[in-house]
Structures are given as structure tokens and as C-alpha cells.
């Protein structure tokens, strides 16, 4: 088992930045793709950002690209999302999830953390 938390989550005015953070444990984080996904209320999950095992491919859905930045620190079995120019649209819950390959697709995943509310005021 992997166990999985986030943090970094709030409240923050458009335009600002936030920097979520998802902690691993259990298993041999760097064996792990890594990726983020979010759900607004009365909306199916999407697909954010995923990152590969080693780092050195990133993926990102468009509506984020240019805004946000994905990485991980090994070292301390951990995974950011760097998030730049909030909307208010990019409001709502954001989970990590760490499987086998970098995918947007939920089910290529095998282990997910809880998820941090992230609210972007207008």
C-alpha cells in the first residue's frame, strides 16, 4: 500500500499562486508515475498534470498549461503542483494519485490521496 496526503490547498484571490504538495508513504516513491487530478462540485474528475517515474516527462490538460507546474523531489517522496494565475475556474477539490505510467486517465491509477480544497475567488 502507498498512502497519499495533500496539503497546500486554500482560499486565494484570482491572479494569485498556490503550491500543493502530496506526501507518499509506504512504497518506493520513485517506482511511481505520479499525477494530479481535480473535481468541482457537480463535475466528473479531470485530469490536471502527471509526471513520469524519473521526471523527465511532464503532461499537462490545456486549460493549465503555461500556469502550472508539475515536479518531484524524491528525496522527500513528494509531488508539487506549482499553480500560477489562478482562475476561478480552476476551483475544487485537487487529488494526487500515483500508478505505473504518467496518464490522464484515473484508471491507470492505482493509489490516490484524499485530495485539498483549492477555492479561487473573482
Known amino acids: 500500500q502507498m498512502q497519499l496526503v495533500e496539503s497546500g490547498g486554500g482560499l486565494v484571490e484570482a491572479g494569485g499562486s498556490l503550491r500543493l504538495a502530496c506526501a507518499a508513504s509506504?512504497?518506493?516513491?520513485?517506482?511511481?508515475?505520479m499525477g494530479w487530478f481535480r473535481q468541482a462540485p457537480g463535475k466528473e474528475r479531470e485530469f490536471v498534470s502527471a509526471i513520469s517515474r524519473t521526471g523527465g516527462v511532464t503532461y499537462y490538460t490545456d486549460s493549465v498549461k503555461g500556469r502550472f507546474t508539475i515536479s518531484r523531489d524524491d528525496a522527500k517522496n513528494t509531488v508539487y503542483l506549482q499553480m500560477n494565475s489562478l482562475k476561478p475556474e480552476d476551483t475544487a477539490v485537487y487529488c494526487c494519485a500515483a500508478g505505473r505510467i504518467p496518464t490522464m486517465r484515473p484508471g491507470n491509477y492505482v493509489y490516490w490521496g484524499q485530495g485539498t480544497q483549492v477555492t479561487v475567488s473573482s
Open positions: 509506504g512504497r518506493t516513491f520513485d517506482s511511481y508515475a
